[in-house]
């Protein structure tokens, strides 16, 4: 499902494989998505609802989302989630039971620990406070890479780029490192990158596997990874 950086086909890239519908924060339902990844020319799409290890409405949305794709045969389309590190030693958001109805599962960072704080705590005119937030994304993010049943290491330094602009590049050249050793995809994020140039170059030169994922929340949204990666590789 996931290719390295340089084995990138046009049609690898002809992807959008972060998605979220009405069924959480999303704008739209299943079918709409649906619609506009086919109208945009995609080959394949992911939806990859928010869960917790709570969730409980995951098998009938799974349904939905196959029931669904078949009016779309020109679409691949894949049940997936995206579940949140609880901590730095892997624990992941979600249930045993949702994770074996996925085919792709991203693990992201959405929170800090109680124990480093609220987000609001890092005053973003202290460098060394802004460092310490990169820092714990960080960490965070190594810890689903090495101890979670992850596949897609989504919007990487996500958190941190929302509040304080372009990620330390030395930390995710560490994230890129350990993605490769654990086989693991690292999302580029059409919707938290804030310098796309330098993480693409950074991908050029580790060579990682590789996840599109352009955050759907709407349907603008839909294969706006895919677009911007095409833009960028054109240059
Ligand atoms: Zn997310």
């Not at 730095?88 to 085919?103: K, M, P, W």
């Not at 330390?168 to 350990?178: I, K, N, T």
């Not at 352009?214 to 603008?220: A, G, N, P, R």
Request: net charge negative.
């Amino acid at each position: 499902m996931f290719k390295h950086f340089h084995d990138l086909t046009p049609d690898d890239i002809n992807v959008e494989f972060q998605t979220h519908t009405n069924q959480t924060d999303g704008h739209n339902s299943i079918r709409e998505v649906l619609q506009r990844a086919h109208e945009r020319g995609l080959r394949a799409i992911a939806f990859t609802e928010h869960v917790r290890r709570s969730t409980d409405w995951f098998a009938g949305f799974a349904q939905a989302v196959r029931a669904e794709a078949a009016h779309f045969p020109d679409l691949t389309v894949y049940v997936g989630c995206e579940a949140k590190a609880l901590n730095v030693a892997g624990g992941l958001d979600v249930s045993d039971e949702v994770r074996d109805q996925c085919e792709i599962v991203l693990g992201s960072v959405h929170t800090f620990p109680k124990k480093f704080g609220k987000f609001d705590d890092y005053d973003k005119n202290d460098p060394q406070q802004v460092r310490r937030f990169a820092e714990i994304e960080c960490e965070l993010a190594l810890g689903l890479l090495k101890y979670a049943p992850i596949h897609v290491l989504a919007h990487p330094g996500g958190m941190y780029q929302r509040r304080f602009g372009a990620f330390p590049s030395d930390l995710f050249r560490e994230m890129m490192l350990a993605t490769r050793v654990q086989n693991v995809a690292i999302e580029i994020s059409s919707s938290y990158l804030v310098d796309v140039p330098a993480f693409l170059a950074l991908c050029a030169e580790l060579n990682p596997l590789v996840s599109i994922g352009s955050d759907v929340h709407e349907l603008d949204h839909v294969a706006k990874c895919r677009d911007m990666v095409n833009y960028e590789l054109r240059k």
